[in-house]
T-cell receptor, first 120, second 114 residues
Framework: DVKVTQSSRYLVKRTGEKVFLECVQD?????MFWYRQDPGLGLRLIYF???????EKGDIPEGYSVSREKKERFSLILESASTNQTSMYLC???????????????????FGDGTRLSIL | KQEVTQIPAALSVPEGENLVLNCSFT??????LQWFRQDPGKGLTSLLL?????REQTSGRLNASLDKSSGRSTLYIAASQPGDSATYLC?????????????FGAGTRLFVKA
């Protein structure tokens, strides 16, 4: 079974702190994603990575950065935490989409259990 | 821009009922559509994935259909049980962004009464 592990289930930090959220997957997936989930807004993509040291901005990257130094690990960094970053953060991973070959892909995303982050 | 809508937002049914959850999307340029289940305070669990060339997928009491041309998918749950109570989300892998972006609906919160 695919295992996506997020380092903390619950985290409480103070405004202005630098916060690290860690995610590790054990299936050798190329793609990794960070989402945040808020009531009424659903899941929104923050950043994703399709290879080591590669990263792409999602829909709401402001105030966040990411690091992918190893294939299995994708870190989300809140540079200076603010109260509006209080949320549920979800990490996901999947195999690479074979888009260039025009082949429909059957590569589901697998999610971790989430980190509920509170910024005081 | 791809948008995914799920109706209804919430649903309460008695145990044993068959039910249908609806998902619609605005752009048919997708690689696949995935249905997830989310329990309160937890992450997402993948239930079914339908490739864009497929019409349906089945797993146990679950059956998901896809009509790409009309931008619709349904998740059919047979003989519902209290353990099925959860939020169900659908998501499309958007072809226009090279397949890297998955667009999620807001979910349908299901409550099955014993």
């Amino acid at each position: 079974d695919v295992k996506v592990t997020q380092s903390s289930r619950y985290l409480v930090k103070r405004t202005g702190e630098k916060v690290f959220l860690e995610c590790v997957q054990d299936m050798d997936h190329e793609n990794m994603f960070w989402y945040r989930q808020d009531p009424g807004l659903g899941l929104r993509l923050i950043y994703f990575s399709y290879d080591v040291k590669m990263k792409e901005k999602g829909d709401i990257p402001e105030g966040y950065s990411v690091s992918r130094e190893k294939k299995e690990r994708f870190s989300l960094i809140l540079e200076s935490a603010s109260t509006n970053q209080t949320s549920m953060y979800l990490c996901a991973s999947s195999f690479l989409q074979i888009r260039d070959l025009g082949i429909d892909s059957n590569q589901p995303q697998h999610f971790g259990d989430g980190t509920r982050l509170s910024i005081l | 821009k791809q948008e995914v809508t799920q109706i209804p937002a919430a649903l309460s049914v008695p145990e044993g009922e068959n039910l249908v959850l609806n998902c619609s999307f605005t752009d048919s340029a997708i690689y696949n559509l995935q249905w997830f289940r989310q329990d309160p305070g937890k992450g997402l669990t993948s239930l079914l994935l339908i490739q864009s060339s497929q019409r349906e997928q089945t797993s146990g009491r679950l059956n998901a259909s896809l009509d790409k041309s009309s931008g619709r998918s349904t998740l059919y749950i047979a003989a519902s049980q209290p353990g099925d109570s959860a939020t169900y989300l659908c998501a499309v892998r958007d072809r226009n962004t090279g397949g890297f972006k998955t667009i999620f609906g807001a979910g349908t919160r299901l409550f099955v009464k014993a």
